[in-house]
């Protein structure tokens, strides 16, 4: 993922730097999708693999094409080098070519590009570049700025959704559509009863901006993803599909009042992250069955896989698990 978001998540605790191997694909413009629904033909977001791509992009790419992925969603995209992963940009489109498979989505970097105190922004037409060379129809932004992410507020946000929109403009001239995926964070409410993601809903085009709604997240958070699709249709036209352990399915309490200031109490990611775990989809408590129903309604058109935390060293193994559930329970 982003940068910002790999220090985050290292920042609690989750040890998601490293590597392991195991062993376990027609062109990006030309070979026409694999039949099925969007969750049939599911797609998987590759920082799911990150230790493994640390160590060897191209068996990773083959590997998760030989569990029956067809598609992936990048992350990690090197603007100055013009490389995700240590690999060229030419040289993944071969790769991804040669193992039959394609990416329509990118997670890319905007963190200071979001950020209205940042003058170094993040380079948007580069990363333009780079998902028009791989062929990919969205560009998401995975992450808020990071180093703020406890005095956002609903001007940031407002801020945040006028770059998304700026960003949109240049992008729809590649035929490429900006995005933005949540975590919890976005559910945090600013006293009348409104948070981030509502903002960002209101204040971007949607002719120029869309969402991807991360399914553990938002159930994490304590809202209902049905909720949003059906206030916000056609919004919401990429879906992260992460399931939450069961025995760690309680909400996050990111919205409780401190009685000495009457304002939120300070969000402390150390303690937060103890109540986060992930598991395979479809052995979690996400009933994506259910979800499946309001598909039309979002608009969805790709869905992918992620575990932000593999807890076995068959990181295969368990990408294929959720691979098989996706499989056996959509047509």
Not at 160 to 170: P, R, S, T
Request: aromatic letters at 10%; one cysteine or more.
């Amino acid at each position: 993922m982003a940068q910002s978001r790999r220090n985050f998540l290292k920042l609690a605790g989750l040890g998601l730097v490293g590597g392991l191997v195991a062993p376990h694909l027609i062109s990006c413009e030309s070979m026409k999708n694999a039949p099925g629904s969007p969750l049939k033909n599911i797609g998987l977001q590759l920082f799911t693999l990150r230790d493994l791509l640390a160590q060897d992009p191209k068996q990773v790419l083959k590997s998760v094409a030989g569990i029956g992925y067809t598609h992936v969603e990048t992350y990690g995209a090197d603007p100055t080098n013009g490389t995700l992963w240590g690999v060229s940009v030419d040289e993944l489109k071969k790769i991804l070519n040669d193992n039959n498979l394609k990416s329509h989505s990118g997670h890319y970097d905007l963190g200071k590009y979001l950020d209205k105190d940042s003058k170094d922004k993040e380079n948007i037409e580069k990363y333009i570049e780079i998902a028009h060379n791989l062929g990919q129809q969205y560009i998401i932004a995975p992450v808020p700025p990071m180093h703020r992410l406890n005095q956002l507020n609903q001007s940031d946000y407002q801020y945040m959704a006028e770059q998304l929109n700026k960003a949109g403009e240049m992008s729809e001239k590649a035929g490429i559509t900006m995005g933005y995926h949540n975590h919890f964070w976005e559910f945090k409410q600013f006293g009348n009863n409104t948070n981030g993601l509502d903002v960002l809903l209101a204040f971007t085009d949607p002719k120029l901006v869309v969402f991807e709604l991360d399914m553990y997240w938002i159930s994490k958070a304590g809202e209902r993803p049905q909720k949003y699709f059906e206030h916000h249709k056609g919004r919401f036209p990429l879906w992260h599909i992460k399931d939450m352990d069961r025995n760690f399915s309680v909400p996050l309490e990111q919205n409780k009042i401190n009685p000495k200031t009457g304002k939120p109490d300070t969000l402390d990611m150390m303690e937060t992250m103890k109540d986060i775990k992930y598991a395979e989809v479809g052995t979690g408590s996400i009933d994506f069955i259910n979800l499946a129903q309001y598909a039309n309604e979002s608009g969805l058109k790709y869905a992918f896989v992620e575990q932000d935390e593999i807890y076995s060293n068959d990181k295969y193994g368990s990408v294929k698990k959720s691979f098989d559930y996706m499989q056996k329970n959509f047509k």
